[in-house]
C-alpha cells in the first residue's frame, strides 16, 4: 500500500507557473508508476501526464504537451508536475495517482490506478 499527499497548489496569474508535488509513503514507491489527473468544476477526471517506474518514460495529454514537465525522485518518494505558461483553462483539482508494476505500458485510464491522493487546487486568474 501507498498514500499519497499533493501540495504546490495555489492561484497564479496566466503565463505564469507552479510546481506540484505528490510525497508517498512506504518503501516500495519505485515500484510504482505514477501520473497525474486533474478535474475541473462539471467535467470528468483526466488525465494529465505519466511516469514510469524509473522515470526513464514519460507521457503527455496533448492540452500539457510543452508546458508540463512530470518527473520523480525515487530516493524522496516523490513526483513532481512543472506547470509553466499556464492557461485559465487549467484550472482545477490536480490529484496524483499510482499503481505497483513493473510493465512498460503506458497507463492514461483513471480504472488502471487504485491509488489517489486527495488533490490540491490550481487556480490560473486571466
Known amino acids: 500500500q501507498v498514500q499519497l499527499v499533493e501540495s504546490g497548489g495555489g492561484l497564479v496569474q496566466a503565463g505564469g507557473s507552479l510546481r506540484l508535488s505528490c510525497a508517498a509513503s512506504?518503501?516500495?514507491?519505485?515500484?510504482?508508476?505514477m501520473a497525474w489527473f486533474r478535474q475541473a468544476p462539471g467535467k470528468e477526471r483526466e488525465f494529465v501526464a505519466f511516469?514510469?517506474?524509473?522515470?526513464?518514460?514519460?507521457y503527455y495529454a496533448d492540452s500539457v504537451k510543452g508546458r508540463f514537465t512530470i518527473s520523480r525522485d525515487n530516493a524522496k518518494n516523490t513526483v513532481y508536475l512543472q506547470m509553466n505558461s499556464l492557461k485559465p483553462e487549467d484550472t482545477a483539482v490536480y490529484y496524483c495517482?499510482?499503481?505497483?508494476?513493473?510493465?512498460?505500458?503506458?497507463?492514461?485510464?483513471?480504472?488502471?490506478?487504485?491509488?489517489w491522493g486527495q488533490g490540491t487546487q490550481v487556480t490560473v486568474s486571466s
Open positions: 495517482a499510482a499503481v505497483r508494476t513493473f510493465s512498460s505500458q503506458v497507463f492514461t485510464s483513471r480504472g488502471e490506478y487504485n491509488h
Open positions: 512506504g518503501r516500495t514507491f519505485s515500484t510504482y508508476v
Open positions: 511516469i514510469s517506474w524509473s522515470g526513464g518514460s514519460t
